[in-house]
């Protein structure tokens, strides 16, 4: 019995191995981080950098052969008027994206943070959550189907004697077109609702943080519903909105697959980069191509922190 | 004159659940005037019924003579200490301070002076870059009160605003807060579950128990002549004693309060035994049973301590027992 007095006589290996690591914490640190940190230092941030390396090489015009000596030249490439099209097209797509997710976004969050509970929070998940489970590519193929020319949408406005007002709109130059599975409205309706999620999820996290109190004292100290939410709802809420609109922005700007099936010929940057480094093989600059986003949302973040997005953190 | 907040028959049910249940108030102007009870008995349903953030179910609310219904906070010249404070964290202080003047529209050079005099106020000058994150509780309870004071409030409502600091400073915020009141002459509407809060800083104070007010009065007269068992002990942790016992002692058949400070251990008196004994400190505190009654007596230091199981007789001065004929 004396023996036992401070042991609890518990053994075995499991129980000598969770010993020493409870002797020695930063093994178990270690043992737990360097899986994760090889995966992300070799695989993930290594073919980053070798991409980016690919982008100072540059392709012999004339044999088609890449020469591996570093240049801009290729960086050059990407302010030809063609492919700075591509890329002004992208970021103004990428950014509707963003600000309409955002906006759809806030309100479905606000009732979620602030009123549902118990089954209306499952019922809000499970409604914001669902359109992931299902193939990206069925979402958007149904899409082209809900905003093709017998789809319907069309349908829709043709029995409510509307068709005129969907003509109207689809004879907007740019963002109008023979139907809107061939415009870029239909291209921009089909990330919004593809990306949605990854908007509204953030956004309500950062919302469940904000005390009731908070909008209270607001009130208290003479702010009407509209004041409180630009002067404390919204600057709480900001670093989910940036977070949010990471995901959607950066989403936007390198998805090569939507843009291809719901909207018109004109490419966007994934396009480009798909097209430069298969068929035309022009490695270099695809990866040009590549490090246009990571700059752009470079970029953003430094504007974002500088503009004090946050300091609620 | 007329009052600075009256309830008329007041009440706020959430469904089933009585949080007020048909409340009268009378709060005049220039008063310190305390809501005590324990917790879930209504008070803070009733400040924020002031507050504007609820809205009652039945009855009127009257702030300074004008009907509240309908009244948004935003419109109500009532400002709050919230008891987490709700300071705004993306916010310095002085911005935090000076929160309902930029509403207000105030220019700038205003508010920033406006705020400035206002940390004078509450003791912390120059404060005013800082974050309320790197603030000490005390303090931040501090700049909540100077942000609840800018918009020069009527009625200021103070919901525990003390309950979070330890004992030290929670005795001399209580001083502060006192001395801040006399100075401004603004009504205080405190809310509190601690008893000795309320019997120290407050003109009037107003025990909640269930949804409904038991007792308003003079902390003097809630102490020492509390009109229902529930005040006896809930705010002087009096011993009650039940009516067939009263009834034994003085003739007359009703619940009693009877002080622990008040009970002595003498040569004679009524026969008690002792149960347990605890030192607190400045005295030590004595469990009986007296007739079948629990009952509690403090020992002052320096005398002598009875042993558990021994039988003791207790006394005391006949002005001590006070009948609660009133209302039981």
Known sequence: MSDLSLHTGRSGPLTRLSDWLWRNPRMLILLLLTPPALWLGIIYLGSLFALLAQSFFSIDEFSGLIVYEFTLKTYGELFTPANFDIIVRTVVMAAAVTVAAALISFPIAYYAARYAKGKWKAVFYLGVMLPLWSSYLVKVYSWKLILAKEGILNWLFEILHMKWLLEAYLAIPVIGGNSLSVSWTGTFLVFLYVWLPFMVLPIQASLERVPTSMLEASGDLGANPGQSFRYVLLPLALPGVIAGSIFTFSLTLGDYIIPQIVGSSRRFIGQAVYSYQGTAGNIPLAAAFAVVPIVIMGVYLWVAKRKGAFDAL | ?328
Not at chain 2, 251 to 261: F, I, N, V, W, Y
Not at chain 2, 314 to 327: N, T
């Open chain 2, 1 to 328: 004159m007329t009052s600075a907040v009256q309830f008329t028959g007041v009440s706020r049910h959430f469904g089933s659940v009585r949080a007020v249940d048909a409340v009268d108030i009378d709060i005049a102007e220039g008063e310190f005037f305390a809501m005590l009870g324990p917790s879930g008995s209504g008070k803070t349903t009733c400040l924020r019924l002031i507050a504007g953030f609820e809205q009652p179910t039945g009855g009127d609310i009257a702030i300074f003579g004008q009907s509240a219904k309908g009244v948004p906070p935003y419109k109500r010249h009532v400002n709050t200490v919230f008891q987490d404070y709700a300071l705004f964290p993306h916010l310095n202080v002085r911005d935090n301070v000076a929160y309902g003047l930029m509403i207000a529209g105030r220019p700038k050079a205003e508010r920033h002076r406006a705020a400035e005099e206002a940390l004078e106020l509450v003791a912390l000058p120059g404060y005013g870059t800082r974050k309320p994150s790197e603030l000490s509780g005390g303090q931040r309870q501090r700049v909540a009160l100077a942000r609840a004071l800018i918009n020069q409030p009527k009625v200021l409502l103070l919901d525990e605003p003390l309950g979070a600091l330890d004992l030290k400073l929670r005795e001399q915020m209580q001083e502060e807060l006192k001395a801040l009141q006399r100075k401004l002459g603004i009504t205080f509407v405190f809310v509190t579950h601690d008893q000795g809060e309320a019997l120290s800083m407050a003109d009037r104070v107003a025990v909640f128990n269930e949804g409904k007010i038991v007792q308003v009065g003079r902390p003097e007269d809630i102490y020492y002549r509390p009109e229902v068992p529930f005040v006896a002990d809930f705010v002087g942790s009096s011993n009650v004693l039940p009516p067939e016992v009263t009834e034994k002692l003085t003739g007359k058949r009703c619940h009693a309060a009877l002080r622990p400070e008040a009970l002595r251990i003498s040569e004679s008196g009524h026969v008690a035994t002792v149960r347990a004994t605890s030192f607190i400190g400045t005295a030590t505190r004595v469990s009986l049973v007296m007739d079948d009654t629990p009952m509690v007596a403090l020992i002052p230091k320096g005398q002598e301590i009875p042993a558990v199981g021994a039988q003791v007789n207790l006394s005391w001065q006949d002005e001590d027992l006070h009948l609660m004929e009133a209302r039981s």
